[in-house]
């Protein structure tokens, strides 16, 4: 049974573990000011900005730890509050990846740190709901991403051939400007060009929009990116008890946060108007629910799914820039590629490698957020348990989980865990994303997984691919620096030297 309020303060206050089982996660302290940690492990005012550093707290001389339960599971336990719970063990997060869902007793998404994105939303979306409401929105909002309906060779071929429209009249532009440079190379920061691209594809070729490319690039891509720094914003700010709504209007942004509100709700309707007209996406989508019911999950789409397929594309951009190694072999095999078809995906095996060590390495969305609905035991494959009491506040640290050498080293994969190393995967059908014993959990695991895999890798493929055959690509800095918000990128926007291949010029 779980503890009542009064048990549970007695129990922090004589500093007892709450857990139970052969798992027993390392005790971190709330202020430990001179253990040499980056930061305090929550957000505030002066860290929010750096969730990842929040994270690296976490784990701030964990790996001196003898067991393997306190070294990759750490709690911070405060009287008066739920305990939290952060974990880097990737048996841990298949378990409770793989134990979310509706049923009695399954673990919910934890709606604490993506509460800005609901409120910017609304709550009824895919993403910010649980339970029977969850499995409601996964039935209506899931099947047009399905595998069986986007894989359906002329749905396929109608998508692949407008996406790669869209990818290469972009390109062609940023071929332009490379050509009028009047140098051999032109310096250029990929992320805003990347993001319009995503953009455009997900509004205009998959929803049946007709947005303006320009205007995507010039009026809607600054807009949304202004939301979404108002998503992070909001979410740390109420942490602290107060939601930014109702902040004086300078606090907010002013009238900046405004417009760009309003042109985010503009491109919601542009991309709900060819529903009518039965264009795009919409002819497979089967639901009567009225248009209003759909915009939550238009707008989760908008802020989160475009976020995270730019975060990805980014991250695989920049890390082919900073290895020529990796980037030649993988010219290699996209040069004659015209088409991104399921077969051709299957048989570009080094993209594989590359996207899937993108995914291992740099994570879009770095951490999963999960919260028990009673006290759970949770056992892993390895016979292994834990038990978190009801109401925990839990982050599966992907990016940490993914970048440890007890997991992804040089025991394990061959390779360092810490190095972008593409070829740990060969061999290991790498066109599938992860494999069994290998996994990064960089599309989630179990019920909550991302129905927009299909789409989103698709996308990614095939505008890497297209950049990698028109550029030669140097990465300005080749450190692999990263800034987090609601998804990770790299630090300095993908700064690049772009420099025209032979067969590119015209
Ligand atoms: C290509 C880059 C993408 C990445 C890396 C990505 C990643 C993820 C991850 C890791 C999750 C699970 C989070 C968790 O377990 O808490 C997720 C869920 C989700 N994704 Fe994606 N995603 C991508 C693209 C998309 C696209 C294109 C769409 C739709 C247009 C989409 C829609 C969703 C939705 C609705 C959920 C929530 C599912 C649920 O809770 O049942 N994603 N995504």
């Known amino acids: 049974m779980a503890a009542t309020w009064m048990q549970r303060v007695w129990r922090q206050v004589r500093g007892k573990s709450p857990f139970e089982g052969t798992i027993v996660p390392g005790r971190v302290a709330l202020f430990a000011p001179f253990a040499g940690r980056p930061s305090l492990p929550f957000p505030h005012p002066w860290n929010y900005q750096e969730p990842l550093v929040i994270l690296d707290t976490f784990f701030h001389g964990a790996d001196k730890e003898a067991s393997h339960g306190a070294r990759h599971n750490r709690y911070l336990d405060v009287p008066g509050f739920m305990p939290v719970l952060i974990t880097r063990d990737p048996a841990i997060i298949k378990a409770i990846s793989a134990a979310t869902g509706d049923k009695p007793g399954q673990f919910d998404r934890d709606t604490l740190p993506i509460g800005g994105i609901a409120r910017a939303t609304g709550k009824r979306t895919l993403i910010a709901s649980n339970g ?98 108002g998503i992070v914003r909001d979410t740390v700010v109420n942490m602290a008890g107060c939601p930014l709504h109702k902040l004086p209007a300078w606090m907010r942004g002013g009238a900046k946060a405004t417009e760009s509100r309003a042109r985010f709700e503009q491109l919601t309707s542009s991309t709900l108007e060819p529903r009518a007209r039965g264009e795009g996406l919409w002819r497979q989508f089967k639901s009567d629910a009225p248009d209003e019911a759909l915009k939550p999950n238009i707008r989760a789409f908008l802020a989160g799914a475009v976020e995270a397929s730019t975060s990805y594309a980014a991250w695989a951009l920049a890390h082919v820039a900073s290895n020529p190694a990796v980037q030649e072999r993988l010219y290699n095999e996209v040069r004659d590629v015209e088409e991104y078809n399921p077969e051709t995906l299957k048989r570009l095996e080094y993209l594989g490698c590359v996207l899937n060590e993108t995914m291992r390495l740099t994570p879009a969305l770095y951490f999963h957020p999960r919260r028990p609905t009673v006290d759970t035991w949770i056992h892993t494959d390895a016979g292994q348990t834990l038990m978190v009491p009801e109401g925990t506040h839990i982050l599966m640290d992907v990016w940490h989980a993914n970048r440890h050498e007890d997991h992804w080293g040089v025991a394990v994969t061959g390779h360092r865990a810490d190095k972008f190393a593409p070829e740990r995967w060969l061999g290991r059908d790498a066109t599938e994303l992860g494999t069994r014993d290998w996994m990064h959990f960089g599309y989630g695991h179990g019920p909550r997984f991302c129905p927009g895999k299909n789409l989103g890798q698709l996308e990614v493929a095939l505008v890497v691919g297209a950049v990698v055959k028109l550029f030669e690509l140097r990465a300005m800095d080749a450190s692999g620096a990263a800034r987090a918000g609601v998804s990770t990128k790299p630090a300095d926007g993908v700064l690049v030297d772009l420099r025209l291949r032979e067969n590119s010029r015209e």
């Open 132 to 229: 029977a409401e969850w499995r409601a929105q996964k039935q209506t909002v899931a099947p047009p991403f399905a595998k069986s309906t986007l894989f359906q060779p002329e749905i396929f071929e109608e998508f692949e051939k407008t996406f790669r429209a869209t990818a290469s009249q972009r390109l062609e532009l940023v071929r332009q400007r490379v050509q009028q440079a009047g140098s051999s190379s032109l310096r250029l920061q990929l992320e805003p060009e990347i993001k319009a691209v995503m953009l455009e594809m997900l509004v205009n070729n998959f929803f049946g929009a007709r947005l303006a490319s320009e205007d995507v690039r010039t009026r809607d891509v600054p807009a949304l990116d202004f939301f979404i720094d």
